[in-house]
């Protein structure tokens, strides 16, 4: 028996993904199963990106919900932001989003990211993401699992 | 080297006591020179050959004009470009302050341009030929002041002498054998003449004309030459000298002998390739404006030598239709190579005049400072691609043609040749756009990289006017080979040994006897602009469903702005291609990284530094060089300022006369 004849046997196996939550928030595109995602790391401790290669890694595999992580704000339809926004990032934060083509969407990784977290006060930090660019999704957990992850871009694939 | 005291420094460059109407008449007179030559010559092609004699002007045996067609093509051919450069060099020379000796000998060049194609005989042939290598030189000197024009200088004597040389031996074993100074004479006799003589005629000349061409291994002055003469020089050396290398080439192995052993066009084959194959790799990692234009130069002049190469196999392997359109390949790029180079050339030395700098490193920006210039060089560039609309595209193409349909049998030489060069020729054309892509997106496009760049001024109407006429050329050659069919078909029946009396016919669709294949340029330019205004008209009528445009600063990563030194370089977009052939082109290349004096994780500075020497040059002219030095020194040795010593020598070389020749 062949290689080839082998596979057309044995067939596609995957793991059944669980169901599809809710689509509680409108993609920006109005497509469904289609987000081009930019990662903004606006001074992250690291957490947050571990977790976020997990989910697009073949084991959780966010991209067959149709979410995709692309090279350049241009590219993009909506940010993912990690982490306290700090003095440094605070301009580029804000020039990504800028440079992101209309329609488009925030979402904010990670409890720091929300809210400041347990960096909130510290001496390099300018403040959580939603004192600059306008949130529209909010993602808990320090740092969410990359099930959580998957799921919340779920929502916004709506698949 | 000493610097001559009175040419020295500033009195060169102002050009003190020059008339300010001379540059006028130099160019003028050059202009007129050229469409003189385009008329004499066309009418050569066309009417009866000319004949003229005068029997007091060149020492031995006259001057002896005698133009048939194929001499007739060359000098019309040599006309066009030195019209074009002629009207050029008016704005030029003015704006870059020509001393008086270059506007004397720009027109005295032109006129020995002229008269080797038209001689008629060995004698004027060698004189006009080494009155034009001395006239070029002169003009390659004309900033001597500069250290690196003289090296070049000496490059270019040295290596046009050895070539001198070869065709001087060449011509007169050639001319004693037949017993007549004439090349009708020659041709007559041709026959007769024994194996060896034949082939030691076939290699002299083609070391002799190969120098002059630009051809491996004899190529090196082009690369040094070209960048350090003046622009109008080098395009009158680039797009018309070196035509001259293929003509000789032509001229007696073609056509006064009449072809040869299979072996003949098989050397000239694998010179052509290996000249095409290694100038465009130069080329393409050169990040000199002119020096990468001055490769192309021996890629191209490589190209037509396998051309003829091909043309000589294929016209003794019997094969003479297919020879034919190897033949009319090699004479249309040549015209092609002419056209895109002269405005190559012209275009870079307005880029020179407006900005002083040929580094592409270190220009850009240009398209918005020098938006004509940029536009002539683009029409340059695109010629010399290969790719249809451009220049090249029906030469090379022809020539493909021409290999890809010969009928290789059961003959290992041919199926063994062939297929190689097809290889050869499309490595060429392939690394040929790269080189090009890079000197026009480079050098013109985007952001200037230094000051000199951004203050780029636009050449004066005579440059400009000077480079709309070699466009113009290119536009025809690319547009409407058609237009030059009659010319080369009347060239091509003074070569009947390659099959010159049965070539294609180059109509508005070029067909090829006896092979499936047809290509029409002027359709394919129909085409391209029907569908760009089908576009522009689309992308017009979709405008009012549209938003409104955003404007928003560009996105420059994150970071506050773009700065020039985030753009490719030259050198950059060439490394990738450095690297894969770095066997070949053996780049210097060196990294030094300084350390922090307390710790070696932290670096303070990185230094990179690349030069891009010429492999042939290293391995093959040093060492001659280092040897000719060493045995200079041995033999200072016996200079000891003994005038004693020095008798001795006198009479020990007296002695040895007498003995020798007894």
């Known amino acids: 028996m062949s290689w080839a004849t082998r596979i057309l046997k044995v067939g596609r196996i995957v793991q059944a993904s669980p169901a599809a939550p809710a689509r509680t928030v409108p993609s920006p595109t109005g497509t469904r199963a289609s987000l081009q995602i930019r990662h903004v790391d606006a001074g992250s401790c690291n957490g947050c990106e571990l977790e976020l290669s997990g989910a697009f890694s073949s084991v959780y595999d966010a991209e067959q919900f149709g979410a995709r992580l692309v090279a350049s704000p241009r590219h993009a339809d909506a940010l993912v932001v990690t982490g306290v926004v700090t003095h440094n990032m605070r301009g580029p934060l804000i020039d990504t989003l800028a440079a992101t083509p209309e329609p488009k969407l925030v979402i904010a990784m990670g409890d720091c990211a929300c809210d400041g977290g347990m960096f909130r006060n510290g001496y390099g930090v300018a403040g959580a993401v939603g004192d600059f660019v306008p949130v529209d999704v909010e993602l808990r957990g320090c740092p969410p699992t990359p099930d959580q992850i998957v799921e919340t871009l779920r929502k916004v694939t709506g698949r | ?662």
């Open chain 2, 1 to 662: 080297m000493k610097r001559d005291p009175v040419a020295s420094g500033t009195a060169v460059r102002s050009g003190t006591g020059v008339a300010s109407g001379a540059p006028a008449v130099s160019g003028g007179v050059t202009a007129a020179l050229g469409a003189l030559g385009v008329v004499v010559g066309l009418r050569a092609v066309f009417g009866a050959p000319l004949h003229a004699s005068i029997g007091w002007l060149v020492p031995f045996a006259g001057l002896r004009i005698d133009l048939d067609p194929l001499g007739g093509a060359f000098m019309a051919l040599t006309g066009a470009v030195a019209a074009a450069v002629g009207v050029y060099a008016i704005g030029y020379a003015r704006r870059e302050h020509w001393a008086r000796f270059p506007l004397v000998m720009l027109p005295v060049f032109v006129l020995t341009l002229l008269v080797v194609p038209a001689a008629g005989s060995v004698t004027t042939f060698l004189f006009g030929w080494e009155a034009m290598a001395l006239t070029s030189l002169a003009l390659v000197l004309t900033e001597h002041h500069r250290d690196e024009v003289r090296s070049a200088g000496l490059f270019y004597a040295v290596l046009t002498q050895i070539g001198f040389v070869a065709i001087l031996v060449a011509l007169v074993s050639l001319s004693s054998a037949s017993g007549s100074g004439d090349f009708a004479g020659i041709r007559a006799a041709a026959g007769d003449l024994g194996p060896a003589l034949r082939n030691g005629v076939f290699l002299l000349t083609v070391v002799g004309f190969g120098s002059k061409a630009g051809l491996l291994p004899l190529h090196a002055w082009l690369p040094r030459a070209h960048p350090e003469a003046p622009s109008p020089v080098s395009a009158l050396m680039s797009a018309a000298m070196v035509n001259l290398g293929i003509y000789g080439i032509v001229r007696i192995d073609v056509q006064a002998l009449g072809g040869g052993p299979r072996w003949w066009g098989t050397t000239l084959m694998v010179v052509g390739a290996a000249s095409a194959v290694f100038g465009v790799l130069q080329a393409s990692v050169s990040a000199d404006l002119k020096r990468l234009l001055a490769y192309s130069t021996t890629e191209n002049m490589g190209l037509i030598a396998m051309a003829i190469g091909a043309s000589m196999l294929l016209g003794a392997s019997g094969l003479a239709s297919v020879a034919a359109i190897a033949l009319t390949a090699a004479l249309l790029h040549l015209v092609a190579h002419a056209a895109f180079k002269a405005l190559g050339f012209l275009a870079a030395g307005s880029v020179l005049a407006g900005t002083g700098l040929r580094d592409l490193d270190r220009l850009g920006g240009l398209a918005r400072r020098m938006p004509y210039t940029t536009v002539l060089f683009g029409i340059a560039a695109l010629g010399a691609t290969g790719l249809p609309l451009g220049a090249g595209f029906v030469g090379e193409w022809l020539l493909l043609q021409s290999l890809i349909h010969t009928p290789q049998g059961d003959n290992t030489l041919l199926s063994l040749v062939i297929p190689l060069s097809i290889g050869a020729l499309a490595l060429t054309t392939g690394l040929g756009i790269v080189a090009m892509v890079k000197a026009f997106g480079i050098g013109f496009l985007a952001r200037p990289r230094s000051e000199g760049a951004e203050k780029a001024r636009e050449a004066s109407p005579t440059m400009l006017v000077g480079m709309a006429l070699a466009a113009l050329g290119c536009v025809v050659v690319a547009v409407a080979p058609a237009a030059l069919g009659p010319a080369l078909t009347r060239v091509a029946s003074t070569l009947p040994s390659v099959g010159g009396d049965q070539g294609p016919k180059l109509g508005a669709i070029l067909r090829l006897p006896g092979a499936a294949g047809s290509v029409s340029p002027a359709i394919l330019a129909a085409a391209f602009a029907v569908a760009i205004s089908l576009v522009l008209l689309l992308a017009r009528w979709g405008v009012g469903a549209r938003p409104a445009a955003v404007v928003r600063p560009l996105w420059a990563g994150g970071g506050p702005a773009l700065t020039p030194r985030m753009q490719y370089t030259a050198t950059s977009f060439a490394e990738p291609l450095q690297r894969v052939f770095d066997d070949v082109l053996r780049p210097d290349t060196d990294v030094a990284v300084t350390h922090v004096a307390e710790s070696r994780y932290l670096i303070e500075k990185i230094t990179f530094r690349t030069a891009q020497a010429d492999a042939v040059e290293e391995h093959l002219y040093w060492p001659v060089v280092r040897a000719v030095a060493a045995v200079a020194r041995g033999v200072r040795k016996a200079h000891t300022g003994s005038i004693h010593l020095y008798l001795l020598f006198g009479t020990i070389g007296l002695l040895v006369v007498i003995v020798v020749g007894r």
